[in-house]
Nanobody
Framework: QVQLRESGGGLVQAGGSLLLSCAAS????????AAWFRQAPGKEREFVAA????????YYSDSVKGRFTISRASAENTIDLQMNRLKLEDTAVYYC??????????????????WGQGTQVTVSS
C-alpha cells in the first residue's frame, strides 16, 4: 500500500518562499515517478511539477517554471517542492501524487493512482 503524507503548507507573503515535502511509503523504487498538483477554489486540478527517480527527468508547468523546484530523495522516500517568489495566484491546495511501475513522469493527473490528502498554501499581499 502506498501512503503519502504532505507537510509544509501554510501562510506566506507574496515574494516569499515555502518548502513542501511529501513523505512516501510503499514505493517500488526506482521504478516510480512523482508529481505535485494543485487546485484553487472553483478551478480544476492543475499540474505543477513532476520527476522520475531513475531518469532524473523533471517537468514544470509554465506558470511555475523558474520559481519552483521539484526533487526526490530515494533514501528518505521524499518528494520536495521548493517554491520561491510566490504569487497570489499560487494560492491553492497542493497534492502529492505517485505512479508505480515506471520511472517516466507525467503531467497528467489521470496517470497517477496514489494521492496525498493535500496541504493548503495561502499567499497574501
Amino acid at each position: 500500500q502506498v501512503q503519502l503524507r504532505e507537510s509544509g503548507g501554510g501562510l506566506v507573503q507574496a515574494g516569499g518562499s515555502l518548502l513542501l515535502s511529501c513523505a512516501a511509503s510503499g514505493l517500488t523504487l526506482p521504478n516510480d515517478a512523482a508529481a505535485w498538483f494543485r487546485q484553487a477554489p472553483g478551478k480544476e486540478r492543475e499540474f505543477v511539477a513532476a520527476v522520475g527517480w531513475g531518469g532524473g527527468t523533471t517537468y514544470y508547468s509554465d506558470s511555475v517554471k523558474g520559481r519552483f523546484t521539484i526533487s526526490r530523495a530515494s533514501a528518505e522516500n521524499t518528494i520536495d517542492l521548493q517554491m520561491n517568489r510566490l504569487k497570489l495566484e499560487d494560492t491553492a491546495v497542493y497534492y502529492c501524487a505517485v505512479r508505480l511501475g515506471t520511472m517516466v513522469p507525467s503531467t497528467k493527473d489521470y496517470d497517477y493512482a496514489n494521492w496525498g490528502q493535500g496541504t493548503q498554501v495561502t499567499v497574501s499581499s
